[in-house]
């Protein structure tokens, strides 16, 4: 895939992801209420950044970033269903999301490199370090689950 596909894959990604956290910051309701109404903010705002330095990094090297909500949703590998009613289910899709984010930038960061583009493989590698931290917390504010030896 080449590197300006790589990145509209990245930017479709997190323009859907962008709208899924909106979403969950509305529709968030139960005891994790505060703290997740703001996590989910916190979140938003961060994909964001992404999609704005993953847009102007393409157009820096003289590609031409996606746009539309018919392009995000044609080119992302992220599903927007919303089918999610309560707070941990909103917590488990943003795990699974994230996880699907980590091995595309992971395919992504190959991709930069066997393009001599290390400058953006230093972008997609940043953006893992920080996914995984999220993937760590998020995990960790699921309930333990706890399994009965009959």
């Not at 999301?97 to 940043?126: C, M, P, Q, R, S």
Request: hydrophobic letters at 40%; a negative charge.
């Amino acid at each position: 895939m080449n590197l300006e596909n790589v990145l509209n894959q990245q930017i479709a990604d997190f323009n859907v992801l962008y709208t899924k956290l909106h979403r969950f910051h509305w529709y968030v309701k139960g005891p994790q209420f505060f703290t997740l109404h703001e996590k989910f903010e916190e979140l938003y705002n961060e994909t964001a950044d992404y999609i704005d330095e993953y847009a102007e990094r393409l157009l820096a090297i003289g590609g031409s970033p996606i746009a539309t909500m018919k392009q995000f949703l044609q080119a992302a590998t992220l599903s927007e269903d919303g089918n999610e009613q309560t707070s941990e289910e909103m917590v488990e899709t943003l795990i699974n999301d994230y996880t699907l984010l980590v091995k595309n930038l992971k395919n992504a960061v190959e991709n930069a490199e066997a393009a001599h583009d290390h400058v953006t493989a230093d972008l997609f590698i940043g953006t893992i370090g920080n996914i995984e931290k999220h993937i760590w917390m998020l995990k960790a504010a699921l309930p333990v689950k706890t399994s009965v030896n009959a």
